[in-house]
């Protein structure tokens, strides 16, 4: 089982950039996935949450309006489209998928915005 993030990097404050978490080794239509964040020295954020099917989507406030959580089950990839980030968006993101009984995580990505 693997979830591999990738697509980080540095970026200026009011850039994008777009994470990618694949996955293998699993049933990924079958499983609820999230981001989630941990920024320098504080603990871990939950940043945005979908469902197996992609229908619902679910956004922490601080992000809300700028990023935007998507997937693809042909591809078994989770996708994050971040707008207009900050500073404050500055963390290690996970991708994290779960069902009953079963829990993954990705080793993560770093983004950091900065001038």
């Known amino acids: 089982v693997q979830l591999v993030e990738s697509g980080g990097g540095l970026v200026q404050p009011g850039g994008s950039l777009r994470l990618s978490c694949a996955a293998s080794?699993?049933?990924?239509?079958?499983?609820?996935m999230s981001w989630v964040r941990q920024a320098p020295g504080k603990g871990l954020e939950w940043v945005s949450d979908?469902?197996?099917?992609?229908?619902?989507?679910y956004y922490a406030d601080s992000v809300k309006c700028r990023f935007t959580i998507s997937r693809d089950n042909a591809k078994n990839t989770l996708y994050l489209q971040m707008n207009s980030l900050k500073p404050e968006d500055t963390a290690l993101y996970y991708c994290w998928g779960r069902a009953t009984g079963y829990d993954y995580w990705g080793q993560g990505t770093q983004v950091t915005v900065s001038s």
């Open positions: 080794g699993f049933t990924f239509s079958s499983y609820y």
């Open positions: 979908i469902n197996s099917g992609g229908g619902s989507t």
